[in-house]
């Protein structure tokens, strides 16, 4: 449907249409390199609380220009594939768990929740690679509350790991 939207934009050109198509993998790496670096300035703040705002910039910087020239990155980012478009909800799901982490208010947190599971039923229809994060939302909401411990550790990425076999084998292609 957004190839649909973007080849509106050829607005009757037919020697364009390709190009808009194209476009839309375009933005959509470009919004995910966007929602990697937000999301590593968060992870480096939670990481050094102490650390200057410019050397989270930075940090952030360096890591999203690194996803942005990485080579499997770019190829996907230059194709209309699925991949790019993939790539933008998975990482969108990442940052709205630490927003998710972030947040102290109980309705923000509801807010949060409900954004990374309608954001993660979405990415289904492109692509079911957004699954991926489920591990981390569930190691995330484990340590929300309590402190650091192996088992626990182990035990959420079991429960992460099992929710993606479980989404992927039964529900999306076991019940269709």
């Given at each position: 449907m957004l190839g649909r939207l973007f080849s509106l934009m050829a607005v009757g050109d037919s020697l364009r249409v390709a190009y808009w198509i194209n476009m839309v993998s375009v933005t959509s790496s470009a919004f995910a390199v966007m929602f990697t670096f937000w999301s590593i300035v968060m992870l480096a703040q939670k990481a050094s609380p102490k650390s200057t705002n410019f050397s989270l910039i930075i940090a952030g910087f360096v890591g999203a220009l690194t996803i942005a020239f990485a080579d499997s990155f770019w190829f996907s980012a230059v194709e209309a594939e699925t991949y790019a478009m993939a790539t933008l909800f998975l990482i969108v799901c990442f940052w709205a768990i630490l927003k998710w982490e972030k947040s102290k208010s109980e309705t923000k947190g509801k807010f949060w929740l409900i954004f990374i599971f309608y954001a993660l039923g979405l990415s289904v229809g492109v692509h079911p690679m957004a699954l991926l994060v489920l591990p981390a939302l569930a190691t995330i909401i484990?340590?929300?509350?309590?402190?650091?411990?192996?088992t626990i550790l182990v035990f959420a990425i079991i429960i992460g790991g099992s929710g993606i076999l479980f989404l992927n084998h039964v529900i999306l292609f076991g019940l269709p």
């Open positions: 484990a340590f929300k509350e309590r402190k650091f411990s192996w």
